[in-house]
């Protein structure tokens, strides 16, 4: 099946620092891509949509200067947590969706996630 | 918006069957998935459901009622290893394509 991937796996930063996490689809065109955020013992949060070559679709709450998205090509979208506080630490997901290559277009593929501790 | 509700936890023994339910409200619904996620991992893919009725993969099959916003996983021969959360997703359409709202989870132990 298609592959995503996630750069880092984990990453602990200090408070007020801001940190960059890619997403990659391997073997297929993402037209589009997911960023996820979830905390210990809860479910999948969406933060984010993003499609190639356009602005990123927040959802509610989510502040759109702080959790920076750029999805500049077909395979890669990066996520940057801008002045990260304690409170970001949190495991962050990304998944895309394509129809090209091995990709099924109603599927989304998760990459194996990051995990963002701040200190 | 979306609602989706399963329930928290269930127990289970080794070898056994267990039926996960999700209910769901949507206005816009464009299929659920099922999704097997292990603790510090990310979810990976079980079953998608767009038309009512049964879809049966292995010891997986999942089964949908779209007029009863309902469905549910049935998980056969319960293995250790089946131990994990089990995340009920639907998909709705945006302007942006498929966007997944998740469940809470179900978190599943299998006892021997």
């Known amino acids: 099946g298609a592959v995503v991937s996630q750069h880092p796996s984990w990453v602990i930063c200090k408070s007020g620092t801001s940190v960059k996490i890619e997403c990659r689809s391997l073997?297929?065109?993402?037209?589009?891509m997911f960023w996820y955020r979830q905390f210990p013992k809860q479910s999948l949060m969406l933060m984010a949509t993003?499609?190639?070559?356009?602005?990123?679709?927040?959802e509610q709450g989510v502040e759109k200067d702080k959790f920076l998205i750029n999805h500049a090509s077909l395979t890669l979208s990066t996520l940057t947590v801008t002045s990260a506080h304690p409170e970001d630490s949190s495991f962050y997901i990304c998944?895309?969706?394509?129809?090209?290559?091995?990709?099924?277009?109603?599927?989304?593929?998760f990459g194996p996630g990051t995990r963002l501790t701040v200190t | 918006g979306q609602n989706i509700d399963q329930p928290t936890e269930m127990t289970a023994t080794e070898g056994a069957i267990v039926q996960i339910n999700c209910t769901y409200q949507?206005?816009?619904?464009?299929?659920l998935f099922w999704y097997q996620q292990h603790a510090g991992e990310a979810p990976t893919f079980l079953s998608y459901?767009?038309?009512?009725g049964l879809e049966e993969k292995g010891r997986f099959s999942s089964f949908l009622s779209r007029s009863k916003g309902y469905s549910y996983l049935l998980l056969k021969e319960l293995q250790m290893k089946d131990s994990a959360s089990y995340l009920c997703a639907v998909s709705g359409i945006t302007g942006g394509g498929n966007k997944l709202t998740f469940g809470t989870g179900t978190q599943l132990k299998v006892e021997l």
């Open positions: 949507t206005s816009g619904f464009n299929g």
């Open positions: 998944s895309a969706t394509g129809t090209s290559g091995s990709a099924i277009s109603y599927e989304q593929y």
């Open positions: 459901n767009v038309l009512d």
């Open positions: 073997d297929f065109q993402a037209t589009t």
């Open positions: 993003s499609n190639e070559g356009s602005k990123a679709t927040y």
